[in-house]
């Protein structure tokens, strides 16, 4: 009986060295509406606990996000965004009219995608970045929209200022894409850059595959030629350079978990999702 044994075993062993590594079908996505939820000189990942040391940010998503914030004080707390279990926190620097005021947010759509043939993990708890930073040198110039620019709306020309899309039909929109491949031990990094890079579209030896997070800014304006950010102002910068975009990953995790299974990995577009879509998938949280 134990030769017997040991014989099956070997021939188990043998048929599994030889079955061909399955590559994943990867290239699905999910994406949410989210709407500006306030605006303050708060950043929580560069100035944690400094009230008013920042230039004027727009939040969307966790509605609670302030200079204060802490993952638990997050969790669970309202969102702006068509999910609620998207309890995320967002933010990217006010765009300024002529006058110096700000311009109001249409909407914000994010994406979080996957290239195709990629299987990727979601973001940890607790994970921190910040994306952008210079539409004159955008860091994956070969992705769609050039990884950070200006346009209107999601169609070319993308152009590193914001522009005037009158006659066009679309509203000026901020694209800006986040790097998907993680050191896989940092949540965060002292420039809350460094522990993200980009891949092509593979992921660095060593590097662990995320979802491709997209976020896309559509403002309640057809031309903003001239107009300039809080950070342009801070940083001496011309008009819209300096875009960029902070995520901070409070999601309530297991939603965030079964929308990269059910959509991200299995190739599946998941548009707009709701609480009734995510429900309509077969996501219960009483089951995760």
């Given amino acids: 009986m134990r030769r017997n044994l040991v014989i099956a075993f070997v021939m188990v062993a043998t048929v599994l060295s030889v079955v061909p590594n399955v590559r994943a079908q990867g290239g699905g996505f999910f994406s949410i509406h989210c709407e500006l939820s306030h605006r303050a000189k708060d950043d929580p990942i560069v100035f944690p606990g400094d ?9 969307f998503g966790n509605r609670s996000t302030d200079a204060d914030s802490r993952r638990r004080t997050m969790v669970n707390k309202a969102s702006t965004c068509g999910l609620s279990a998207d309890t995320a926190g967002y933010w990217t620097p006010t765009l300024l009219d002529a ?13 979080y995608r996957s290239a195709d043939g990629v299987s990727v993990r979601p973001f940890p708890r607790n994970f921190k970045i910040i994306a952008g ?49 993680w050191d896989g031990e940092n949540k965060d990094s002292n420039d809350h850059r460094s522990h993200m890079v980009f891949g092509t579209p593979e992921c660095p030896d060593g590097y662990v595959a995320m979802p491709r997070l997209r976020v896309h800014v559509k403002y309640e304006t057809m031309n903003a030629e001239g107009f300039m ?10 008009s819209g350079q300096s875009f960029h975009a902070d995520f901070w990953n409070t999601w309530q995790q297991p939603a965030l978990r079964f929308l990269v299974d059910h959509c991200t990995n299995a190739g599946r577009a998941c548009n707009d999702v ?5 429900a309509a998938m077969g996501f219960d949280p009483e089951t995760v």
């Fill in 133 to 181: 930073g210079d539409t004159t040198n955008p860091p994956a110039p070969s992705r769609s929209q050039l990884s950070l620019s200006w346009a209107c709306g999601d169609t070319a020309p993308y152009m590193d200022a914001p522009l005037d899309c009158t006659g066009t039909g679309y509203p000026v929109t901020a694209h800006v894409h986040f790097p998907e491949c």
């Fill in 51 to 59: 009230f008013g040391a920042a230039h004027l940010h727009d939040f």
């Fill in 229 to 238: 950010l809080s950070s342009d102002l801070q940083l001496g910068t011309p």
């Fill in 99 to 111: 006058d110096g005021n700000p311009v109001p947010i249409r909407t914000v759509l994010i994406y």
């Fill in 274 to 278: 709701t609480d009734a879509e995510l």
